[in-house]
């Protein structure tokens, strides 16, 4: 799910997710772990490619994961509350994302710290 967080206006949002699907990649035998400073892309279908994005009708925003949320049933590496702040307004409408994809890009903590 996605709500907008307050104050509203403020482009920041709260994301739950039921479950991550592709949790693994092929360059990595870690699984993937949301972390502050991630840059995601939230999708209104499977994007394969940026072309696919750019596809009329469809919904999709940049974001980068502000704030993690700890959950006391779940284990460190499948975090599922998190905060974003979204490059543009995404319209949060009653089954406008019945079905939402989130596709990690990459994480900037270690570009901003050199």
């Not at 940026?50 to 994961?65: C, E, H």
């Amino acid at each position: 799910s996605l709500d907008e967080a307050r104050p509203y206006g403020t482009l920041l949002y709260n994301v739950k997710v039921d479950y991550w699907r592709n949790r693994f990649s092929d360059r990595g035998k870690e699984p993937y772990r949301t972390l502050p400073g991630d840059i995601v892309v939230f999708s209104d279908a499977k994007p394969e490619t940026v072309s696919d994005l750019q596809r009329v009708g469809r919904t999709w925003a940049l974001a980068a994961v502000t704030n993690i949320t700890e959950d006391e049933n779940e284990d460190d590496s499948t975090t599922t509350y998190f905060k974003v702040k979204a490059s543009k307004d995404i319209e949060v409408k009653e089954g406008m994302w019945k079905s939402m994809f989130v596709v990690f890009l990459i994480n900037i903590t270690t570009n901003k710290r050199i």
